[in-house]
């Protein structure tokens, strides 16, 4: 209990240098690829979703969705399934919150398999900081304990062409136990559009 009680604390002030990690690996993979004439920035997605959790930990709003997937690792949609999954892709993105619900700017892995009838199923995994309610019972929408939550999420699409999709995705934020305070957590669903480059 008292190795969980430390390592949630070291968990929840440690998002800034989760942020600089990645930050660097992805720099790093960028410059790797760049060197072997890799395509990096490949996909944009835009869209909205909305809160699907009951009660107090409903959020309001709507959220405008922004995400962008980086290709460092060579992901090919054409290859068999499982070259796609040993090649994932790198995403950021954010879930911008309004009617002051929490906003995320979030990043991670992304693996996604593509069908030759033009569905895909993608999932991802990875983490966001947030700008929600920590422990505060005055205030609306879920109690989240600290800023660093895990993120991950899943989602099927149909790919209309070679540049433009659409996804379906239901995405999850909490810390898992993993920090001391409240643990409500984010649950959305939502519809992104995609263009990949």
């Known amino acids: 209990m008292v190795t969980a009680s ?3 604390r070291l968990f929840a002030k440690s998002g800034l240098a989760v942020i600089f990690i990645l930050n660097a690996a ?28 009951s009660g107090y930990d409903h959020e309001k709003g709507v959220f405008p969705d922004v995400q962008v997937l980086f290709n460092p690792f060579g992901y090919n949609p054409t290859a068999d399934w499982k070259d796609q999954l040993t090649h994932p892709r790198i995403h950021l993105g954010t879930s911008v919150g309004t009617a002051g619900s929490a906003t995320q700017f979030y990043g991670g892995l992304s693996w996604t398999l593509t069908h030759s009838n033009g569905i895909f199923t993608e999932a991802g ?19 989240l304990g600290c800023r660093l939550l895990f ?33 409500g957590g984010m649950t959305r669903v939502g519809l992104l559009v ?3 480059f």
């Not at 790797?32 to 890799?38: E, K, L, M, P």
């Not at 995405?171 to 920090?179: I, P, Q, T, V």
């Open 26 to 53: 992805i720099f790093g993979a960028t410059e790797t690829a760049a060197a072997a004439d890799n395509k990096i920035f490949d996909e944009l997605r835009f869209g909205a979703s909305g809160s699907i959790q």
């Open 6 to 8: 430390i390592f949630g």
């Open 125 to 143: 995994f990875g983490g966001t900081i947030h700008t929600g309610n920590l422990d505060d019972w005055t205030e609306h929408g879920p109690m």
């Open 151 to 183: 993120h991950e999420y899943a989602g099927i699409g149909y790919n209309f062409d070679s540049h433009w999709n659409m996804m379906a995705q239901i995405a999850h934020s909490s810390h898992a136990e993993l920090c001391d305070g409240p643990n």
């Open 194 to 196: 995609g263009y990949k």
